[in-house]
Nanobody, 126 residues
Framework: VQLQASGGGSVQSGGSLTLSCAAS????????MAWFRQAPGKEREFVSS????????YYQDSVKGRFAISRDNANNTVFLQMNRLKPEDTAVYYC????????????????????WGQGTQVTVSS
């Protein structure tokens, strides 16, 4: 399984970015997808997740109302639309994939994801 994240960059506070993650090597439509992020000196934290059918989405409280996750099963891609970005959103963003049970507790724990992309840097300046 390969996950290729892209779309990071540098923006000013209040700006927008859209991250993409292209997947290959597994039956994409059967897997839940997620975004995590890691800032320097901090642990990897959950950002957002979407179930295989797009029927369920999850967000970290700090990004609710600003970020939106979506997926295109026909093109094996998951997106993270990030609006009203803040300096505290600065981090390396990783996409991840898992199959199986999808619950709030499971999807928010990075240890439950066996497949990871390489990360893309997002920098938000004030």
């Amino acid at each position: 399984v390969q996950l290729q994240a892209s779309g990071g960059g540098s923006v000013q506070s209040g700006g927008s970015l859209t991250l993409s993650c292209a997947a290959s090597g597994h039956t994409f439509r059967s897997y839940g997808m997620a975004w995590f992020r890691q800032a320097p000196g901090k642990e990897r934290e959950f950002v957002s997740s979407i179930s295989w059918s797009s029927g369920a989405t999850y967000y970290q409280d700090s990004v609710k109302g600003r970020f939106a996750i979506s997926r295109d099963n026909a093109n094996n891609t998951v997106f993270l639309q990030m609006n009203r970005l803040k300096p505290e959103d600065t981090a390396v963003y990783y996409c991840a994939s898992r199959s199986g049970t999808y619950t709030d507790a499971i999807v928010k724990n990075y240890k439950n994801y066996p497949y990871w992309g390489q990360g893309t840097q997002v920098t938000v300046s004030s």
